[in-house]
């Protein structure tokens, strides 16, 4: 059985930090490309970030260049999100995606995090 659990989702200052975490079981991670999405209240899901398989290498939305880092742990097959200096508009639900191929692609519940003073 496939499964995505994201955690670490919370209620965070402007300016503070928080850490995703995004634990998978039921496939083989270390080959599956994962990325974090976002939807916020009102507005369609949005790529955050994305790291690949192998070489690890990473791209990131402009909206979280220098701000957020994903970063992943084949051994723990767990897909992390660093996010600092958050803003207001960051305030979304955080979702962690898994891809292979078309037929091979999960998605987790969803963290929710809400940036506000």
């Known amino acids: 059985q496939v499964q995505l659990v994201e955690s670490g989702g919370g209620l965070v200052q402007p300016g503070g930090s928080l850490r995703l975490s995004c634990e998978a079981s039921?496939?083989?991670?270390?080959?599956?490309?994962m990325s974090w999405y976002r939807q916020a209240p009102g507005k369609g899901r949005e790529l955050v970030a994305r790291?690949?398989?192998?070489?690890?290498?990473?791209n990131y939305a402009d909206s979280v260049q220098g701000r957020f880092t994903i970063s992943r742990d084949n051994a723990k097959n767990t897909v992390y999100l660093e996010m600092n200096n958050l803003k207001a508009e960051d305030t979304a639900v955080y979702y962690c995606?898994?891809?292979?191929?078309?037929?091979?692609?999960?998605w987790g519940q969803g963290t929710q995090v809400t940036v506000s003073s």
């Open positions: 790291i690949t398989t192998s070489n690890g290498r990473t």
């Open positions: 039921g496939f083989t991670f270390s080959r599956y490309a």
């Open positions: 995606y898994a891809f292979w191929s078309e037929d091979r692609q999960y």
